[in-house]
């Protein structure tokens, strides 16, 4: 269960958001460090959401996909959208579980993907448990070459890449000590747990949602509602950035205020970081 997002109720609008970014790259440096062709890959999205993730890596051509998600709406959207795949066999597990801990058998995946999942499993708490243990459990159900895969926005670039992040940085202060660790942090909890960070990557225009650009369509409240950031934004806060955005475009200035503001193309929103158990090496 998300320390922060009602995902239950946010599967209703998570699609119209969010976009598998990455997901080509994430295949390929599977493939490579496993030494394996993608059809006799069996991967794990652990936090799955909506499963973008998994219908993009089978799409792409993954032997086979197990899901698991805390939110019985995400995991149906998900089943919905994987129909073919679940027929097929392709999908071979949609597990509802809340991380710690992950019920598989030990050497069951060659890689375990947390694709934004890890930020929601402990909330402004230093030492990470749940993080850390869920990795543990990601250790233990890797077969030998298997790749752990955790995806994220990293603080910096949720202040230095994201315009609508700017407009009240008290706000994106607040969001990034309750609910986004830092790479110092992360490094700590893949110690922590006995994995080690080999590459990481950011990806050039993972501005992550999809209507990142529609200027138009941002003072109709659907394009942030549910969004993780606007979650610690009091009512007042909330109901300002939405003011404050209506004024620029209203007064013709907000398409440059974006363009000025906006760094994702350079810096990248997403940030992959590709892993393996320290006694693997
Ligand atoms: C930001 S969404 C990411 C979904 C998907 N991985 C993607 O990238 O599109 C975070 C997901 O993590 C799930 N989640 C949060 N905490 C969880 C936990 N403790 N155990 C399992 N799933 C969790 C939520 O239900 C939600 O579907």
Partial sequence: MSNFVNYNRASRSYDNQRFPAGSDTMAAMIQFYTSKNLPDLRILDAGCGTGNYSKS?????VGQMA?????S???KTAKDKLDNYIECGKVTDVVECTMPPIPFPDDSFDAVLFNTVLNHLDRANSAFPNC????NESRRILRPNGVIIVSTALPSAILNAVWFTKINTKLTKRFI?????SLDQFEKMFIASGIECFQKMNILGSDIFKNY?????LPEESWLKENEYLTFATESEAGELFRKVKELKENGELENWVK???HTQTIGVLTIFVCKPVSAK
């Fill in 73 to 75: 709406e995400m995991l």
């Fill in 57 to 61: 890596l089978l799409d792409i051509g």
């Fill in 132 to 135: 850390v243990e869920t990795l």
């Fill in 177 to 181: 000590e309750n609910a986004v660790p």
């Fill in 260 to 262: 000025e503001n906006d």
């Fill in 67 to 71: 899901l698991l998600d805390s939110s």
């Fill in 213 to 217: 650009y529609n200027v138009d369509g």
